[in-house]
């Protein structure tokens, strides 16, 4: 058993109309800065994981989507040093708006096969193969 905190983040695998998924680099300033990763955030507190990423694509992304359109994929289970990172995945190919940054972070549209060449954090990485074959 350890102390380790569990940490809750939803995560979302937005899928445009070629196929490609959206990946976010995390900016300098955060931990794991110009790892990439897909966009999602802390569940906070009351929150539903698909409310949580409601909210995180609009804050990030300033683009919307509905609990009906994220379908949910895997979950990561991945152990940092200092806390337990427990993230569903989902995928959503429809939502308004046209992603951009704003909060400093680069984007990039991938195709799945070509996802591997983006440097990701660790409880990422074990997403990639079963993302690249379900698309």
Same mark, same amino acid.
């Not at 959206?22 to 802390?42: D, I, N, T, V």
């Not at 429809?94 to 409880?123: C, F, T």
């Given at each position: 058993?350890? #102390?380790?905190?569990?940490? *809750?983040? =939803? =995560?979302?695998? *937005?899928? #445009?109309?070629?196929?490609?998924?959206? *990946? =976010?680099?995390?900016?300098?300033?955060?931990?794991?800065? &110009?790892?990439?990763? @897909?966009?999602? &955030?802390?569940? +906070?507190?009351?929150?539903?994981?698909?409310?949580?990423?409601?909210? +995180?694509?609009?804050? +990030?992304?300033?683009?919307?989507?509905?609990?009906?359109?994220?379908? $949910?994929?895997? @979950? =990561?289970?991945?152990?940092?040093? #200092? @806390?337990?990172?427990?993230?569903?995945? @989902?995928?959503?190919?429809?939502?308004?708006?046209? $992603?951009?940054?704003?909060?400093?972070?680069? %984007?990039? !549209?991938?195709? $799945?096969?070509?996802?591997?060449?983006?440097?990701? $954090?660790?409880? #990422?990485?074990? %997403?990639?193969?079963?993302?690249?074959? !379900?698309?």
């Amino acid at each position: 058993m350890t #102390d380790r905190k569990i940490v *809750l983040v =939803a =995560a979302v695998a *937005l899928i #445009d109309p070629d196929g490609r998924v959206l *990946l =976010a680099q995390r900016p300098e300033g955060k931990s794991m800065a &110009g790892l990439w990763e @897909f966009p999602g &955030g802390k569940v +906070e507190t009351g929150e539903s994981p698909e409310t949580a990423l409601i909210r +995180e694509l609009d804050e +990030e992304l300033g683009i919307g989507t509905w609990q009906s359109c994220l379908a $949910p994929l895997t @979950f =990561a289970s991945h152990a940092y040093d #200092d @806390f337990h990172l427990l993230m569903p995945l @989902f995928a959503c190919r429809k939502w308004d708006g046209i $992603p951009q940054s704003r909060e400093g972070q680069a %984007l990039k !549209w991938v195709a $799945p096969h070509n996802l591997r060449e983006y440097p990701m $954090p660790p409880a #990422d990485v074990p %997403l990639i193969p079963i993302l690249r074959d !379900w698309l």
